[in-house]
C-alpha cells in the first residue's frame, strides 16, 4: 500500500512496504514486514503496538540505525531524498543535523563522563558554533524544556540528575540542532506517572512551536492519541491499521485495534477489563494469513489463508478481511476510557 499526500500537504517522510529481517543462527528472520505511512511536514504519528511487534526495529530503520547484518527492503524517503542511497558522509549530517531520536532511557545514552553542558553542545560545537554561544543556546533551551537552575545544571555530571531531569537534557540535544524530523521511542516508560505528562506536554510544544515533525513510537494507545495527528497500529512488523488519532482512539475498526481500546484501564467504568486472548507475535511467528487470526474472535477461513492488505475502509486503512462487516455493525468499544 503507497500512501498519496493530501492535496498541499508535503511528505517529509514517505516510508513504503519497509520490510527488516535480521539473521539469526541459519535462518533470516523477518521482524518487520510491508509498513508503509506517509508523515507530513509538520506533521505527528504515533507507532502503537505491543512488546515485540517491531515498532523500534521501524524506527531505527527509518534512521538507518539498524546492525550491519540486517536486511532492508522498500523505501524510506526523507524529503523526496532515498535514505538507502545516502552516501556515508550525507548520511553522517542527516542524523547530525535533520533528524533527532529521543530514547527511552537517557542513562544508556549520554556519557556518564562529561558533563550536561559538554554533552548538549558537542554537535553545535562541531558545527562550528563557538563554545561560548554554544553553552548560551543550551542553558536557554534547558531553561525552556523546564529544567530549574540551568546554569546549575548544565556544568553537572549525568548522576547527579533525575530520570526525568535526565530525559529533559536529552529532549533539549535534539532539540538544540533543529531537527525536522523527531523520534521518540517510548520517551516516558521509564518516568514516574507526574513527569511522564510534563515530559509529553514538552514535547508537543517542540512540535508546534519549531514545526518539527514527530514520530511517537509506544505501546499507550492514549499518550499516542494525545500528541500526535495519526496512529499507525502495529501488530507482528504490519500496519494493521492507520488513521487520525481522533477517531483511532475512540473508534478503531481492526479487531487488534478495538482490542487495544478495550483493554484500557478505566478510572469510571465498573465492567471488567477486556484482555486480548493469548499473546502478542513477533513478525517471524506470525501465521501466514492474517497475522493476527490465531487471536481474533472474528477470524473465518479466508482469514487463516490470505493475508489482508491495508485498504482504505471508511476514513481508515485498515488489514482485515472483515473491516466492512465491523464498521457496518460497530457497537461501541466497551471498557474504554469515555
Ligand atoms: N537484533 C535482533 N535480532 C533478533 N531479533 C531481534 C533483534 N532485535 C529485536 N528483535 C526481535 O524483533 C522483534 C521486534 O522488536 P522491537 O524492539 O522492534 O519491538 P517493539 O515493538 O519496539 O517492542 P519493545 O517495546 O518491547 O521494544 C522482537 O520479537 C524482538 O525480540
Redesign the pocket.
Given at each position: 500500500m503507497t500512501e498519496k499526500p493530501a492535496a498541499g500537504e508535503e511528505l517529509l517522510l514517505d516510508v513504503r512496504d519497509l520490510a527488516v529481517s535480521?539473521p539469526?543462527g541459519r535462518e533470516q528472520?523477518p521482524?518487520v514486514t510491508d509498513v508503509s505511512f506517509g508523515l507530513p511536514v509538520g506533521g505527528s504519528l504515533g507507532l502503537v503496538?505491543?512488546?515485540?511487534?517491531?515498532?523500534?526495529?521501524?524506527a531505527r530503520a527509518i534512521l538507518r540505525l539498524l546492525?550491519r547484518d540486517a536486511k532492508v527492503s522498500g523505501s524510506v524517503r526523507f524529503e523526496g531524498e532515498d535514505v538507502y542511497g545516502m552516501s556515508k558522509s550525507r548520511l553522517r549530517a542527516w542524523h547530525a543535523r535533520e533528524v533527532g531520536m529521543i530514547y527511552q532511557d537517557p542513562r544508556a545514552h549520554i556519557n556518564p563522563l562529561r558533563t550536561i553542558g559538554d554533552f548538549l553542545t558537542e554537535g553545535l560545537r562541531q558545527s562550528g558554533v563557538s563554545t561560548s554561544d554554544a553553552y548560551e543556546q543550551a542553558e536557554a533551551l534547558l531553561k525552556r524544556v523546564g529544567v530549574g537552575n540551568a546554569d546549575v545544571r548544565i556544568r553537572q555530571f549525568p548522576h547527579q540528575l533525575s530520570g526525568g531531569l535526565l530525559q529533559r537534557v536529552m529532549i533539549a540535544s535534539v532539540l538544540l540542532m533543529k531537527p525536522k524530523l523527531v523520534i521518540a521511542d517510548?520517551p516516558t516508560t521509564a518516568l514516574d506517572v507526574t513527569i511522564q505528562e510534563a515530559v509529553m506536554v514538552i514535547l508537543d510544544e517542540m512540535r508546534r512551536a519549531e514545526g518539527v515533525s514527530l514520530l511517537m513510537?509506544t505501546?499507550d494507545l492514549d499518550l499516542a492519541a494525545a500528541v500526535t495527528d495519526r496512529l499507525a497500529v502495529?501488530y507482528a512488523?504490519r500496519v494493521v491499521e492507520l488513521g487520525a488519532s481522533a477517531t483511532m482512539h475512540e473508534d478503531g475498526i481492526h479487531p487488534y485495534a478495538r482490542g487495544l481500546l478495550a483493554s484500557r484501564p478505566s478510572t469510571s467504568c465498573k465492567e471488567r477489563l477486556k484482555v486480548i486472548p493469548g499473546r502478542p507475535v513477533?513478525?517471524f511467528e506470525a501465521p501466514s494469513g492474517c497475522v493476527f487470526a490465531d487471536r481474533c474472535d472474528l477470524v473465518e477461513d479466508v482469514c487463516r489463508t490470505d493475508r489482508p492488505s491495508l485498504r482504505e475502509v471508511a476514513t481508515h486503512r485498515v488489514a482485515c478481511h472483515r473491516a466492512d462487516e465491523i464498521v457496518a455493525d460497530r457497537a461501541p468499544v466497551v471498557g474504554g476510557r469515555a
Open positions: 535480521v539469526v528472520r521482524l503496538g505491543e512488546s515485540g511487534s517491531g515498532k523500534s526495529m521501524t546492525q517510548e513510537v505501546h502495529v512488523g513477533a513478525a
